[in-house]
């Protein structure tokens, strides 16, 4: 089962810390989802750099969903 | 439908020493603004005295650009996804542009020095025509999917129109150029205020007062057409000043000041919807800025029907100092801290808690002797006493001062935690 991490309404840095919590506990090939809301460009900074494939959609109520797999 | 993650360009994010050496700067000018209120009390006689006209260009120019291009420079990798080209070279040059030409204005102004006058446009503009071409190429590359990137890029076109509006009125006043000087005063005005520092403010918030207040996001209705319908207005304002029809221009100004309060009471409305359990101080500056950004703009209604010089000037010190500079010195407390956090993250550093970066009791004192300064200034302006205006220009002075230590505080703490 995938793992959801809701981080919306929380103050940054908060959400930013929940999402690499959570991607640390992440085992090659886990997948993760991430509830925003709005698009987390230096989280994606992150993600790109330690390897982390990850896509987003931006939901009709505004809601970004993410998809992180662990590398 | 998703969109596949891509590389940013983790390197091209500017360094945090990027907008720092901004913010340090921006206050400079402030303490500036103080020290001639100390020392000229009587130039807030008119809004047109030499001196009054350096006044406003320290606060708009000096601390109030400086400040907005100094954060724009982090805030749209960070908000936008935008990669600005060699971004920390190009804020280097930017930085000092700015900066002389900002002082140079000031000179310029206060002395009515022509060639010190031009000298200052053409260094501003140089300025910034080299952020708006290197801002424009990260924006356009960045993927436009909400309101705040198109928002700020119709804000980056009116802030290049309100400079080029000023390039012309240093040409007349230093070349004689011959075009009318009031009817490109009022057009650089209106292009400086609601064009450019209006729609970056509103695009700003877009983001910082949902993200850092914890409140609803703003309604879709506002953040789709409150900038485009601001651009429009402005446009046909212009159009109204060129032709000379007092009578659409004036019907003009009251739709402008009706999209600002809109804004305006939108945010304290959604403000009031915090799921914070305490409104803390940037709350709190913000409010004070809304406030006051309405008082302005009843002063500036007044002044349009009214002829005492004091209503302009009590508008432009309300708008200026209690409305831009309050939400800029909220949004800095939230901002600063929170990037000097990310870039130690981003450098796999440990990160202290975003508290002890910038501790909050420095803070409110600080906020608390701006909002003295400013209820200083709203009573020294009318009453025309010099003592008053002198006792204002020391708590302006003091604000400002007080600002460069807190800024510099957060600086020294990154640096501790970076190289600890």
Same mark, same amino acid.
């Given at each position: 089962m995938t793992r959801v991490v809701d981080a919306r309404g929380?103050?940054?840095?908060?959400?930013?810390?929940?999402?690499?919590?959570?991607?640390?506990?992440?085992?090659?090939?886990?997948?993760?989802?991430? =509830?925003?809301?709005?698009?987390p460009w230096p989280l994606f900074r992150v993600l790109d750099r330690d390897g982390y494939k990850y896509e987003y959609q931006i939901r009709d109520d505004g809601v970004v969903e993410i998809g992180i797999t662990a590398p | 439908m998703s969109t596949m993650g891509h590389a940013l360009g983790y390197d091209a994010a500017p360094a945090f020493t990027t907008p720092a050496r901004f913010f340090v700067t921006a206050p400079l000018f402030g303490v500036v603004a103080g020290l001639f209120l100390l020392v000229a009390p009587d130039l807030l006689a008119s809004r047109w005295t030499?001196?009054?006209?350096? &006044?406003?260009?320290?606060i708009t120019v000096g601390f109030m650009l400086m400040i907005m291009v100094g954060a724009l420079f982090q805030i749209l990798p960070v908000v936008a996804g935008a990669v600005l080209p060699a971004a920390n070279a190009v804020a280097a040059v930017v930085h000092a542009s700015l900066t002389a030409g900002a002082a140079a204005l000031v000179w310029g102004l206060a002395a009515m020095q022509p060639d010190v006058l031009l000298a200052?446009?053409?260094?501003?503009?140089? +300025?910034?025509? &080299?952020?708006?071409?290197?801002?424009?190429?990260?924006?356009?590359?960045?993927?436009?999917?909400?309101?705040?990137?198109?928002?700020?890029?119709?804000? =980056?076109?009116?802030?290049?129109? @309100?400079?080029?509006?000023?390039?012309?009125?240093?040409?007349?006043?230093?070349?004689?150029? #011959?075009?009318? &000087?009031?009817?490109?005063?009022?057009?650089?005005?209106?292009?400086?205020?609601?064009? +450019?520092?209006g729609i970056l403010l509103a695009a700003t918030s877009w983001v910082v007062v949902p993200m850092f207040q914890i409140t609803p996001n703003y309604p879709d209705l506002v953040t789709?057409?409150?900038?485009?319908?601001?651009?429009?207005? =402005?446009?046909?304002?212009?159009?109204?000043?060129?032709?000379?029809?007092?009578?659409?221009?004036?019907?003009?100004?009251?739709?402008?000041?009706? &999209?600002?309060?809109?804004?305006?009471?939108?945010?304290?409305? =959604?403000?009031?919807?915090?799921?914070?359990?305490?409104?803390?101080?940037?709350?709190?500056?913000?409010?004070?800025?809304?406030?006051?950004?309405?008082?302005?703009?009843?002063?500036?209604?007044?002044?349009?029907?009214?002829?005492? @010089?004091?209503?302009?000037?009590? #508008?432009g010190v309300l708008i200026l100092h209690g409305g831009f500079v309050s939400v800029i010195q909220g949004m800095l407390y939230k901002i600063v801290p929170f990037l000097a956090w990310l870039h130690l993250n981003q450098a796999g550093l440990k990160a202290p808690n975003m508290k002890k970066l910038q501790p909050d009791a420095p803070i409110r004192k600080q906020l608390r002797s701006h909002m003295v300064a400013l209820?200083?200034?709203?009573?020294?302006?009318?009453?025309g006493s010099t003592l008053l205006v002198r006792a204002a220009g020391i708590l302006v002075l003091v604000e400002f001062a007080w600002l460069f230590k807190n800024m510099i505080g957060v600086i020294r703490a990154y640096r501790l935690a970076r190289d600890a």
């Open positions: 929380l103050e940054p840095p908060q959400p930013f810390e929940l999402v690499m919590e959570a991607i640390a506990d992440l085992k090659s090939g886990e997948h993760l989802t991430v =509830l925003l809301g709005r698009l | 030499p001196g009054a006209l350096a &006044l406003t260009h320290l200052a446009a053409w260094l501003l503009g140089f +300025g910034f025509t &080299l952020f708006f071409v290197v801002a424009a190429v990260g924006l356009w590359r960045a993927p436009v999917s909400q309101a705040t990137p198109r928002d700020l890029r119709l804000a =980056l076109i009116c802030f290049g129109i @309100a400079i080029m509006l000023g390039l012309l009125l240093a040409m007349v006043l230093a070349r004689g150029l #011959g075009l009318p &000087l009031f009817t490109l005063l009022k057009l650089h005005v209106g292009w400086a205020w609601l064009g +450019g520092a789709r057409y409150w900038a485009i319908g601001a651009c429009t207005a =402005l446009v046909l304002w212009s159009v109204a000043v060129l032709a000379d029809v007092s009578y659409a221009e004036l019907m003009l100004v009251l739709m402008l000041l009706a &999209l600002a309060a809109t804004y305006t009471i939108t945010t304290l409305r =959604l403000q009031q919807r915090s799921r914070k359990s305490t409104a803390d101080s940037t709350i709190r500056a913000f409010q004070l800025g809304m406030a006051s950004l309405m008082a302005g703009l009843v002063c500036v209604l007044i002044a349009h029907y009214h002829d005492h @010089a004091v209503w302009p000037i009590l #508008g209820a200083a200034l709203v009573v020294a302006v009318p009453s």
